[in-house]
């Protein structure tokens, strides 16, 4: 620092150092280095600024790629927002001739054909990249249709207002998206006039209250973001918490028992059978423990169903759902000749 400061003041001080004694040479170097110690700051806080500057025309830029992305549904007079008590949807869940693609036009979904009624567990079965998620994103138009038509009762979801369409539908993707702020802000997102009864009873319902109960600041403890101080299976049943307040006609859940043990993962699928029998219950898994205590399984290969098994078709009797690396397959079975049992 004294020999950087030193050549840069040599050409300040040289002409100077010539005429004067060495004494006050000194002070005059002891002046400039004072000189130098006020320039810090304001050189500091130039360096702050401008990192300040730089994080502002990022967000600008990210604010207008926002701004500039296409709407995701142009309004439309056949779009008429319903009311209320019309907005709330009634009847089966009806996937007629439905196709799919993403952006990269590779089909996810092809003619599928499917229904699934209020009170009835609907199971996806079928190997990784087959189209299960796709499946559950094409409800609430994440993923558009190229052809076919979704319903539910009688709205087809391609006439129906963005809004209505999502508030009857609780989604719970396969990755969880958590927020950075509160276990409350995370489960009452978009919900936030819950009761303190509604959020306790989808607590139990996803076996979460122990937890909530064990953390000093009980739902106010803070999560970072993305939930890196939870585990994967707290993440799981926050992100399933959260679709059950929705209190939805439709339940969409993706995996939402991937990383639970089997004792909780029997414990929420048995309170989803019990409280949630009179909703429409779309899941995704690759757990045969699950599979089995459904009403229909669906299996899909490549975009397309399968099978689709019911327990209707077996007259009563429990599905027998076993799924292996690369297939899957059902089969009708007895209560007792099922060996999940
Ligand atoms: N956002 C996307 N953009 C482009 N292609 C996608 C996208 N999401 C999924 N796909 C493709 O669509 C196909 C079906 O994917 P999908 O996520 O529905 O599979 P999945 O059955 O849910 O698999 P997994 O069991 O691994 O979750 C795959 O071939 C996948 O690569
Ligand atoms: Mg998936």
């Known amino acids: 620092m004294t020999a950087s400061a030193g050549s840069l003041l040599s050409p300040f001080c040289r002409g100077q150092r ?3 004694s060495p004494v006050f040479n000194c002070l005059l170097d002891g002046e400039a280095y004072a000189y130098i110690g006020l320039l810090r700051s304001p050189l500091t806080n130039l360096a702050s600024t401008l990192t300040t500057l730089q994080q502002a025309a990022v967000s600008l830029r990210r604010t207008f790629e926002y701004l500039d992305s296409p709407v995701e549904q142009p309004p439309a007079s056949s779009y008429v ?4 008590v019309e907005a709330v949807f009634t009847g089966d869940l009806v996937f007629e001739a439905v196709s799919a693609c993403y952006s990269n036009n590779v089909p996810a979904l092809r003619g599928i054909s499917l229904t699934c009624s209020p009170g009835q567990i609907t199971c996806v079965v079928g190997s990784s990249g087959a189209g ?5 994103r094409a409800v609430p138009r994440l993923l558009e249709l190229t052809s076919g038509t979704i319903r539910i009762g009688k709205h087809d979801t391609r006439t129906t207002s963005l809004h209505d369409l999502r508030n009857q539908i609780a989604y719970a993707p396969q990755e ?8 409350r802000q995370n489960l009452t997102l978009g919900m936030e006039a819950a009761s303190e009864a509604d959020i306790d009873a989808v607590l139990e319902a996803c076996v979460l209250g122990p937890l ?3 953390l000093p600041y009980g739902l106010d403890t803070a999560v970072a973001e993305w939930g890196a101080s939870l585990s994967g299976g707290q993440r799981q049943r926050i ?5 059950l307040l929705r209190n939805a006609h439709v339940l969409l859940l993706d995996e939402i028992t991937a990383n639970l043990d089997p ?3 029997n414990e929420i699928v048995s309170n989803l059978q019990k409280h949630y029998r009179n909703r429409i219950l779309l899941m995704v898994t690759h757990r045969p423990t699950v599979a089995e205590r459904a009403d229909q399984v669906v299996s899909m290969v490549s975009g397309k169903i399968e099978q689709t098994t019911s ?3 077996s007259q009563g009797g429990s599905l027998s759902v076993s799924l292996s690396d690369r297939d899957t397959f059902i089969s009708l079975a007895s209560p007792q000749a099922s060996p999940w049992q």
Do not use: F, H, V, Y
């Open 132 to 136: 299960k998620s796709s499946l559950l």
């Open 176 to 183: 969880p998206a958590i927020i950075r702020g509160t276990l």
């Open 81 to 84: 927002r319903r009311s209320n």
């Open 311 to 313: 327990k209707q078709s």
């Open 239 to 243: 992100s399933l918490a959260r679709a």
């Open 212 to 214: 909530c109960r064990d």
């Open 263 to 265: 004792a909780t993962e």
């Open 18 to 20: 010539r005429r004067r």
